[in-house]
Nanobody
Framework: VQLQASGGGSVQAGGSLRLSCVAS????????MGWYRQVPGKQRELVAI???????NYADSVKGRFIISRGGAKGTVRLQMNSLRPDDTAVYYC????????WGQGTLVTVSS
């Protein structure tokens, strides 16, 4: 499975961004899809995950602000990010789980105060 993420950019604190990720190749074998993020010098951390049945799980730091959803087409996942804070600044990666976890190339989100 190959993943292509888009939608990153720069925004002021309190603003919103929406990330999208489209999978190709073997998409009918995808179970969970998710988003992780990484700040330079820190470990990559889970932001949100959604199963193929629509169950979701969020990091405590983003609960109530971020919404993960899957698109109408299988193999599409979005992350609506609201009330962004400077500590949300990171490279965001989408993932898709089949028999293994596939990673997208990452998209940079920068939130300024």
């Amino acid at each position: 499975v190959q993943l292509q993420a888009s939608g990153g950019g720069s925004v002021q604190a309190g603003g919103s961004l929406r990330l999208s990720c489209v999978a190709s190749g073997g998409i009918y074998n995808i179970n969970d899809m998710g988003w992780y993020r990484q700040v330079p010098g820190k470990q990559r951390e889970l932001v949100a995950i959604i199963t193929d049945t629509g169950s979701t799980n969020y990091a405590d730091s983003v609960k109530g602000r971020f919404i993960i959803s899957r698109g109408g087409a299988k193999g599409t996942v979005r992350l609506q990010m609201n009330s962004l804070r400077p500590d949300d600044t990171a490279v965001y990666y989408c993932t898709a789980t089949t028999w293994r976890v596939s990673w997208g190339q990452g998209t940079l989100v920068t939130v300024s105060s």
